[in-house]
């Protein structure tokens, strides 16, 4: 492959088929690298955001490019400001959840050591710029980590995104090796390798590691990227990282045009150093984290004529959002930990009546009567119960009108807003400023009705505030002695351009289905700069759909502290037995007249919502990973102040007008052991009092289960002593053959003692849950009889294990609860494995009969398809080609075929 020239379609074909699999995306395929439109729109979307100097430059870049002047006119027309009706509101809510930024609060599984607070926040920046399509400089000053953060990211990349490379690291020579020991040390999985050496030891390096693509990470020094610049100008890098970036600071410098010349997605620049007024310094800066804005040197010089302060300053303020500049007296001062407190509220009585009415519409849904309810129709009264514990008010219709008026209806009529009131008040005596943050726009126009009542000078925010608009809100809120007292925002109408450190109290009036979204929201007060202590206070409406929704944000959040894969399972969307569970809690009491709660002491409530928030907080974080991931709430479900309903008569909870039909209870795998004994015990309404301390001890619980293909002979023997222990406290079953075993029970004999322990060590022990269910998706994947395959997939044990627990799990597997269940899905999985055999090796010899199959493939349309064809014949032959070339079995083929699409400049 020269250096001169890109190699063709037809001649990657000819290449080893798993090397064009795994590894065709790191090399570039055009001269000119080309526009992403998805991505450009994005940014610039972004940036218009932040300040009005970026209008200019990408008008002027718009004047030139009718590309660019109609990703600009896209997002103008689509930032129209407006309120949003109640129906346009509802379909954004329903909106899936993908597109929040993850956050971590601590350090990254990945990493093999703790990095310090103030690291986890530099790499939850650059999460951020990442995400929003952007470039940036990393500058805390020597001795913060700054490398730590940089493999840290570059970890998130590989762990979560699932992308390995191509990155390659540009470095001062003395710390290359430093660079490689630094990602061993952190991040061995990931392959770095250092390109240094004579000319000889470079070129066989670049032949047999770089060119057959052996690596995620080149790190080479200034001098070699400039003399084997035409090796790295065939990749397409996913990240060009520079230490010590001083060296791009001179845009004339040869590094500086040779490093402009490289095909890459993001660059990030390190410094140690403070940047300097210098205009041109910081125009080559600018012109290199975003080329595709600063592009132009006429139009800086035309509108930058002048170097002065106020130039430089506004240079600066262009600069601010993509640099993080540190310096240790910031950090060792450190953030003061937010408190956060969850503020459990009940509900009024306009609000329990529109409650109620929903639950009523769709009565069947509610309890479950109909097996196959869409996911939709549940989401949609979710959403509607959602709406109702925010403000009646949402729903058109029930605010009291025409005429419509702005007084104390509106704030006696929400238990919210009952309670912001009175927050507010005791906020503003004590000199704090407040953020409020709702899913719901039309909540926030709720809220400015209120503020303008109450007289509270206030700020907005929402996804569809103009550019201009959100830049001098922000610039209102934080200018010194500002007399804005409230900023209301959107969730995710945050960001990383959003610093509101001038306010210490985050009121968040509803939870987001992602608890990252409002971990971000807390970070927009939250964060270094902020001097005071930060409160921030959940509104929970109690007993009802939004104490499940916490609930589940809860396990979720904990799941990312401890698991941290690709779309992790803890990102899972709410499933329909989810759903359905989260509208019944609470639902049978809305039928019930309560006090009136609009007279309770705050104070009082505060307290209480703190031993609350507290009972939950050491609820979840008590559990490990592999108890989050079984854990479910059914169990509180159906509990309202203490009653559990679901052992209350069905015809007990009628006030509906209709029967209530308690939803099947979910199945549970069963397991061996007797966890509820002492509720079996609990339940015979005998006094247990005269039990003494000195009682018969009960057996030692057996925490095995029917995967794990343990001998008959132990249950037996278990169950015998559970009946004897039964019989030595008097226990009497309601079941007749139970009372009987009971009766007939005997302790076990020393012989019967000892082949049960002996017993014990002939199962699969080492097999808990998730290894049997991962054994099942694995012989799913690629079929029984592949052992070494499947075994790749468990790490933590040898292929002859698991041959071992095949043999027997194929032996033995209708001992399993519900076996029919598992080995259909494994047969399904290997009728899928022979199908696509037969397709991969029917396309291979339809190619093989062409030498240049991209022209010469010949294709057969059905004559009703004439008509109805999507693509030509050309782009046929182009989609066959690459289905090929990637794999029809490869995981993403489809996402490595359009790829391709865009790069290719002919379609």
Same mark, same amino acid.
């Given at each position: ?85 109640? %129906?346009? =509101?509802?379909? /954004? $809510?329903? !909106?899936?959840?993908?597109? &929040? ?7 990254? +599984? @990945? ?87 004579? %000319?000889? =030891?470079?070129? /066989? $390096?670049? !032949?047999?590691?770089?060119? &057959? ?7 080479? +020094? @200034? ?685």
């Amino acid at each position: 492959m020269s250096s001169e020239t890109t190699p063709s379609l037809d001649d990657i074909l000819k290449e080893d088929v798993s090397f064009t699999d795994n590894k065709s995306k790191y090399f570039t395929t055009t001269e000119k690298q080309p526009i992403d439109i998805s991505r450009t729109k994005s940014r610039f979307k972004y940036l218009l955001g932040l300040t009005n100097l970026f209008q200019h430059f990408i008008e002027a870049k718009a004047n030139k490019d009718p590309q660019i002047k109609q990703i600009l006119n896209h997002i103008t027309e689509t930032n129209k400001k407006r309120r949003l009706t109640e %129906k346009e =509101e509802d379909e /954004n $809510l329903l !909106k899936d959840d993908s597109a &929040t930024v993850m956050e971590f609060i601590d350090s990254p +599984s @990945y990493i093999q050591g703790k990095m310090r607070p103030y690291q986890v926040q530099g790499l939850n920046w650059l999460i951020n710029l990442y995400e929003n399509h952007l470039s940036g400089i990393l500058a805390d000053e020597m001795g913060l980590g700054k490398t730590l953060q940089t493999i840290s990211f570059l970890g998130y990349l590989r762990f979560i995104h699932k992308i390995n490379g191509p990155h390659i690291v540009v470095a001062p020579k003395s710390t290359l090796d430093n660079w490689l020991r630094e990602f061993n040390r952190w991040i061995p999985d990931i392959n770095a390798i250092v390109l240094q050496g004579d %000319k000889d =030891e470079r070129s /066989n $390096l670049i !032949k047999q590691k770089i060119m &057959t693509c052996e690596f995620d990470v080149v790190i080479a +020094s @200034y001098e070699i990227v400039i003399r084997e610049k035409a090796t790295f100008k065939k990749f397409n890098w996913e990240y060009i990282i520079i230490d010590e970036a001083h060296r791009i600071k001179n845009e004339e410098s040869l590094l500086s045009q040779i490093i402009r010349l490289f095909h890459s997605k993001n660059r990030l620049l390190i410094t140690g150093t403070p940047l300097q007024n210098n205009l041109r310094e910081l125009w080559a800066l600018l012109n290199f984290i975003l080329p595709d804005v600063f592009a132009d040197n006429e139009s800086f010089d035309e509108w930058f004529k002048e170097e002065d302060e106020q130039v430089i300053r506004q240079l600066h303020k262009v600069l601010k959002p993509f640099l993080l500049r540190r310096i240790k007296a910031d950090v060792e001062k450190s953030l003061l930990p937010k408190k956060e407190l969850n503020v459990y509220i009940g509900m009024t009585e306009l609000q329990k009546n529109v409650y109620k009415k929903i639950l009523e519409k769709d009565i069947d849904a509610v309890n479950g009567a109909n097996k196959k309810e869409s996911k939709t129709r549940l989401l949609n009264i979710v959403m509607q119960l959602r709406k109702c514990c925010n403000h009646p008010y949402l729903f058109e219709g029930v605010e009291p009108g025409p005429p419509y008026t702005t007084d104390e209806h509106l704030v006696y009529n929400s238990q919210k807003l009952l309670i912001l009131d009175k927050m507010l008040k005791k906020f503003k005596a004590e000199g704090s400023r407040v953020l409020i943050f709702s899913q719901m726009s039309r909540l926030l126009d709720i809220l400015e009705d209120y503020c303008f009542f109450r007289q509270y000078q206030y700020c907005r925010i929402d996804g569809s505030t103009d550019h201009s608009d959100r830049i001098k809100a922000i610039d209102e809120y934080n200018e010194p002695n500002s007399k804005k007292f409230i900023f209301l925002l959107t969730t995710r109408a945050g960001g990383l351009g959003i610093n509101l450190t001038t306010a210490d109290v985050v009121v968040l009036f509803d939870s987001d289905w992602n608890p990252q979204a409002d971990l971000q929201a807390m970070d927009r007060a939250h964060r270094i700069g902020q001097t005071k202590q930060v409160k921030v206070f959940r509104f929970i409406t109690e007993n009802a759909i939004e104490e499940k929704v916490l609930e589940r944000a809860t396990q979720k959040l904990r799941l990312d502290q401890l698991v941290i894969q690709g779309q992790r399972e803890s990102g899972k969307p709410a499933n329909k037995n989810e759903l359905l569970n989260m509208i019944q809690f609470g639902a049978a009491d809305v039928f019930k007249d309560e006090k009136n709660e609009s007279e309770l002491d705050i104070e009082e409530l505060l307290k209480r919502s703190e031993e609350k928030t507290q009972e939950l907080n050491l609820k979840y974080a008590k559990l490990n990973l592999n108890a989050l991931q079984h854990f479910s709430n059914d169990e509180s479900v159906y509990e309202w102040n203490g009653v559990d309903f679901k052992k209350k008569d069905v015809n007990a909870i009628t006030n509906i007008g209709h029967a209530w039909i308690n939803p099947g209870k979910r199945e549970r795998k069963e397991n061996y052991s007797i966890d509820m004994y002492y509720k079996d015990v609990l339940n015979t309404g005998r006094n247990t009092s005269n039990i003494g301390k000195s009682g018969p001890k009960p057996p030692k619980q057996l925490n095995i289960f029917d995967h794990q293909f343990f001998p008959s002979k132990l249950w037996e023997l278990h169950q015998l002593q559970q009946n004897y222990y039964k019989k030595q406290i008097n226990f009497k079953s309601q079941d007749e053959l139970e009372q009987k075993e009971i009766e007939n029970s005997r302790p076990l004999t020393e012989e019967e003692l000892k082949l049960k322990e002996s017993l014990l060590k002939e199962g699969y022990s080492n097999w808990n849950r998730r290894d049997f269910h991962h054994f099942i998706s694995t012989c799913t994947k690629y079929g029984r009889n592949s052992i070494p395959l499947i075994s790749l997939e468990f790490p933590d044990k040898s292929e002859d294990e698991v041959r071992q627990y095949a043999k027997a799990f194929w032996k033995n597997y209708k001992l399993i609860d519900g076996y029919e269940k598992f080995i259909n899905q494994i047969e399904q999985g290997e009728e899928k494995i022979v199908k696509i055999k037969i397709q991969k090796e029917a396309l291979r010899r339809k190619l093989s009969q062409y030498k240049y199959p991209l022209q010469e493939l010949v294709l057969k349309y059905p004559p009703t398809s004439t008509n109805k064809k999507l693509f030509s014949e050309e782009e046929d032959r182009f989609l066959l080609v690459q289905l090929y070339r990637f794999g029809i079995d490869s995981s993403d083929v489809y996402e490595k075929i359009k790829e391709t699409i865009q790069d290719v400049q002919h379609y």
